[in-house]
């Protein structure tokens, strides 16, 4: 990420995550350092268009055959570098890890693709590279077996998350061509929710309580920074505060105000925030759903004391140690076109805990389709008119016909955008 002379500085203007600003250096028309490839490792089968262009990424379709259940290389990102990534020596004087997410660009992508999808998936190794010395075809980079990632899990036992498995179609990846339109700061808030939703997926069969924790952190991440485009941390600060709004002003003017403001708001009002987000943008229900003792009801009267009680269990497991309730990391058992959205029977006790069902309102798996959709929802509604489905996409999917075992999947151009189900080619977006 070389700085050219004319570029403005990063303590003159925001910087996005990875992924957008070799976007918009691509958009500025700046050179190309090379290119490279890379895999994209996921459990799922992937459909569809053979090979996409997104700026300077081009997702190609591995076409790996159905086989066991397992990884698969099963889609390629050809990334072209107008950022010359490798050569980057950032400025060292401050500390800011304000885009920092623990990744590289390829986690980024990978990630994006994790939530349009639905999915689990991880980026691997640079596998071809291509530049001045590599020819026209480029040169084959080879990767050593460390370099596979390995899915973690129990074998032998029933899926958490049923509906990351089964087919997706790679075309869904569409939101993606809006991402250079968003602020640099909003860019930000998505790569780094959608990080937490790709590490909550990949580790739920085998860390179920972290994956909730994980789950939650993207939804509050998101919230955010959607709280603070509709309330400023100043405006937040002066309404809950107002005496210490005053004092800080009468100290320090405008500027302690502002500093202050924006180092304490996002501590403040944390449930209702996360809670707020979760009902403006959560998805429709599933068409397919289990039989209706299983189902937990779709409305706010349930859903929102639901999504309270889920944040306090979030904070007990954080600040008190006490682990994430058992019977809501269960895998969820199939009944009748669905799986069972909630805990049977009326209180569960195991290891020395006891829960009656009023507190654990609902299983993971339908957490994850409530997360996804919402934060696709929210992606949509920032994105405005750069939020385009293509046509060809449109007539594919309304000539498909839904799995019998695909979830309810809302309207890419409408306003709900739930994940695909276990079967389901359609993904998380379509008509």
Avoid at 36 to 60: K, R
């Amino acid at each position: 990420m070389t700085r050219h002379d004319d570029e403005p500085t990063p303590k003159q203007r925001s910087s996005g995550p990875f992924i957008y600003e070799n976007w918009k250096a691509y958009e500025d028309e700046k050179p190309s350092a090379g290119a490279i490839e890379f895999p994209i490792f996921t459990d799922a089968e992937l459909l569809g268009a053979l090979s996409t262009d997104y700026g300077p990424y081009t997702l190609m379709n591995g076409l790996a055959w159905p086989g066991p259940p397992g990884l698969r290389s099963a889609a390629f990102i050809r990334l072209h570098d107008h950022l010359q990534l490798r050569s980057h020596v950032p400025e060292m004087d401050e500390t800011d890890a304000s885009r920092y997410h623990g990744g590289d660009i390829g986690d980024e992508i990978a990630a994006l693709l994790s939530l349009c999808l639905g999915m689990r998936a991880v980026a691997g190794a640079v596998t071809r590279e291509f530049g001045r010395r590599h020819g026209p075809h480029g040169q084959p980079k080879g990767a050593s077996a460390i370099a596979v990632p390995a899915l973690p899990g129990r074998p032998g036992r029933s899926p958490v998350l049923p509906s990351v498995r089964g087919m997706k179609l790679l075309n869904l990846a569409f939101p993606l061509s809006s991402l250079p339109r968003l602020p640099a700061q909003t860019a930000v808030a998505l790569v780094q929710a959608a990080r937490l939703y790709q590490e909550a997926v990949w580790i739920a069969d085998s860390e179920p309580g972290l994956a909730w924790i994980f789950m939650v952190s993207a939804v509050e991440r998101v919230a955010e920074e959607w709280r603070a485009g509709k309330d400023p941390p100043v405006a937040r600060l002066s309404a809950s505060r107002p005496s210490l709004a005053k004092r800080l002003l009468k100290a320090g003017g405008s500027q302690l105000l502002n500093q202050v403001a924006k180092e304490i708001t996002s501590f403040m009002g944390a449930t209702s925030k996360f809670v707020d987000f979760l009902d403006t943008f959560a998805p429709a229900p599933p068409r397919q759903r289990p039989a209706k003792h299983a189902q937990i009801p779709w409305e706010p009267a349930y859903l929102r004391p639901a999504f309270e009680k889920i944040y306090e269990w979030r904070s007990e497991a954080l600040h008190a140690g006490i682990a994430f309730p058992f019977p809501m990391c269960e895998a969820p058992a199939k009944d009748g076109d669905g799986y069972a959205e909630k805990p049977g029977g009326l209180a569960s006790a195991i290891d020395g805990g006891v829960w009656v069902t009023a507190d654990v309102p609902m299983l993971l798996h339908v957490f994850e389709y409530i997360v996804s959709g919402s934060i696709l929802r929210w992606w949509k509604s920032v994105a405005g008119d750069a939020w385009v489905v293509p046509e060809a996409l449109k007539r594919a999917l309304e000539e498909r016909k839904p799995s019998a075992a695909s979830h309810d999947e809302g309207s890419p151009s409408g306003p709900n955008p739930p994940p695909a189900g276990p079967a389901s080619p359609q993904g998380p977006l379509q008509p």
